[in-house]
């Protein structure tokens, strides 16, 4: 069992810029040989996936965020990190990191404009 949790998130203007992190309180070996995700979900909608990073450091990103967000990983501190930059109204949401069948608490991220 993994447990995650969320922080970084919080209010920002548009253009502005957070880094959200994931840690992990479990052993290093489930957590540095999984891919780890980033979803989303905005009021009154579907959870949608963000980004994603494998164990070997391979990313991929949702079309909405390509170019803006940047997922990495320090496995030594057992975390994930999501820094997003150019912010934009729509990425208002509640922001989730998952790893296996486990999902974090999420963490409030507020765009204004």
């Known amino acids: 069992q993994v447990q995650l949790v969320e922080s970084g998130g919080g209010l920002v203007q548009a253009g502005g810029s957070l880094r959200l992190s994931c840690t992990a309180t479990?052993?290093?070996?489930?957590?540095?040989?999984?891919?780890v995700n980033w979803y989303r979900q905005a009021p009154g909608k579907q959870r949608e996936f963000v980004a994603t990073i494998t164990r070997g450091g391979t990313t991929n990103y949702a079309d909405s965020v390509k170019g803006r967000f940047t997922i990495s990983r320090d496995n030594a501190k057992n975390t994930v990190y999501l820094q997003m930059n150019s912010l934009k109204p729509e990425d208002t949401a509640v922001y989730y990191c998952q790893v296996l069948f486990s999902w974090g608490q999420g963490t409030q991220v507020t765009v204004s404009s």
């Open positions: 479990a052993t290093e070996s489930i957590f540095s040989n999984n891919a």
